[in-house]
C-alpha cells in the first residue's frame, strides 16, 4: 500500500482528516494519486462499410492496472469483464466476422504534483 507522508498526529485513516487542507500534503497525494492511476483506453470495432470506406464504433472502455489486471466494460453498460490483458479485450471485441478491433488509449496524465 502507498501512502504519504503523516501530517499530524492525528487519528488513522477513517478518522479526523487532520492536516488534508495542507498544500504539501495535498500535493503529496495528488501525486500518488496520477502515479498509481490504471491506464485508461477504449476498444474500437472497425468495419467495411461498403465502396471501400470503413465504419467503427466505441466497443468498450477499459483501465489496466501495473499489475496487468485489466477491467473492461462494454460500451452499452451489458457487460463487465476481467481479463489479464488490454489484448485480451481485442480478441473479445474482435470475434465477429468481417469486424477488427484496437485499443486506442487515452492521454496519460502529466505526472504534476500541483494541481
Do not use: I, K
Not at 10 to 20: E, L, R, S, T, V
Not at 34 to 53: K, S, T, Y
Not at 87 to 94: D, I, Q
Amino acid at each position: 500500500m502507498n501512502t504519504v507522508s503523516p501530517q499530524n498526529g492525528g487519528p488513522g485513516p477513517h478518522g479526523n482528516p487532520g492536516a488534508a487542507g495542507s498544500g504539501r500534503f495535498e500535493e503529496e497525494l495528488r501525486a500518488m494519486v496520477v502515479d498509481l492511476a490504471p491506464r485508461q483506453f477504449a476498444v474500437v470495432q472497425v468495419w467495411g462499410a461498403g465502396d471501400g470506406e470503413l465504419d467503427g464504433c466505441v466497443a468498450a472502455w477499459g483501465a489496466v492496472y501495473e499489475d496487468g489486471r485489466t477491467q473492461v466494460s462494454g460500451a452499452d453498460g451489458a457487460s463487465r469483464l476481467v481479463l489479464g490483458s488490454p489484448e485480451r479485450a481485442v480478441w473479445w471485441f474482435g470475434r465477429e466476422a468481417g469486424v477488427t478491433a484496437r485499443l486506442v488509449w487515452l492521454a496519460a496524465p502529466e505526472r504534476t504534483a500541483a494541481a
